[in-house]
Structure formats: C-alpha cells, structure tokens
C-alpha cells in the first residue's frame, strides 16, 4: 500500500506539474460573489442536530465555492461541470516557486455507479496521465484515513446520506448530528 502512494505522488509531480495551466487561474471574487460562497459553504451549519436537509447546488454554485475556497490559499482554478449525471472537475493549483513546475493540474469525474447512493471517482488524470479510477481511489482513501486529513474529511463527509447528480444540479441529503455540527466528532483510523 506505501509503495501504491509513493507512486501516485510520483506520478503526480511527474505527469501533473507544468509550466502551463490547465484553466486560468486568478480569478478575482468580487463581494457579490464571496457572501455567496460563504453562503453555500455555511448552509449545512443551519440544520439542526439529527435533523434531516437537503441542499441542492448548481453549477455555479459549485464553481463559485470551489474558487472561493481554493483561493483562500493559493492563486487556483477550477471549473466543474455537470455532464452525463457526473461532476467533472478540472482543477489548477499555484505552486510555490520550484525547478519542477509553476502548477498542479489535475482532473476527475465523480459519478454514481453501482447505484451507490454516494458518488465514487470514475476517471482520474494527473495533466495528461490518465490512471484507473480504482487504483487512484484506492490511493486517495488511503493518504486520507491514514493522515491528517482524515477527521477533516469525517467531519465533511459522515452527514452526508445522499448525493444525486443530474444534468442541472445535485441535490445532497444529509442528516447533522451534535458531534459533527459541534466539530467535535471523531472517527477511530482503521
């Protein structure tokens, strides 16, 4: 399994570092555009403890909350777009200065297969590499159960109980408990 992420992150700096962006990064926000971001990113605090929502986004209300938050740490891009029932993101990050490259290009689709009732990554390219879905998933899953990132990632994903995508939004059902509205949940690393 080490060996499995050791190669991807070498895949990734390899294939997916440029000196040319994928998207154009640099967009500016104007004040309109960042209480609506803040809007989207804050509506999940609104339920109640054991209370079922569903929140219900478009395609603008994706991009603009995935630029605010990108750029709240680097000049970045991305641009997602609901085609076939999937999300497909294309995603541009700054680097900091390097010999290597000045950014990150990356790009997934989620959709849901199986008739699973939460999306799983179903393509996966790091700039023009293109890798099986499964064994990026397998990869990603484990950086993030077995870093830092995994109560993060608890703490976003645990309420979520559905997530349908069609052609004009998606539609996310999820159910807040004290633990997670209170950030004060934690799942055991397995």
């Known amino acids: 399994m ?4 050791v190669i991807l992150c070498a895949m990734l700096v390899f294939f997916g570092v440029s000196n040319k ?3 154009a990064v640099g967009w500016t926000l104007t004040r309109e555009d960042i209480a609506r971001a803040k809007k989207i990113l804050h509506e999940g605090s609104k339920t109640k403890p054991d209370e079922i929502r569903t929140i219900e986004l478009t395609q603008p209300d ?3 909350a ?3 938050l990108l750029n709240r740490y680097s000049e970045s891009a991305a641009k997602i777009e609901l085609k076939n029932n999937a ?3 294309i995603v541009t990050m700054t680097l900091p200065n390097n010999k290597l490259g000045q950014y990150l290009n990356i790009s997934f689709r989620l959709g849901n297969d199986d008739e699973n009732e939460l999306p799983t990554l179903t393509k996966f390219k790091a700039g023009k590499l293109l890798l099986p879905a499964k064994f990026a998933a397998f990869v990603i899953d484990n950086i993030i159960r077995y870093t830092s990132l995994n109560e993060y990632f608890i ?3 645990h309420p979520i109980k559905t997530v349908k995508i069609d052609q004009q939004k998606i539609s996310i059902t999820y159910n807040s408990s004290r633990e997670t509205s209170s950030g004060v949940y934690h799942w055991p690393i397995y």
Not at 2 to 5: D, H, T, V
Request: glycine share 0%.
């Open 2 to 5: 080490l060996s499995a992420i």
């Open 21 to 23: 962006p994928d998207i």
């Open 66 to 68: 995935a630029n605010y």
């Open 87 to 89: 999300l497909r993101f």
């Open 62 to 64: 994706l991009n603009l």
């Open 155 to 157: 703490l976003a994903t």
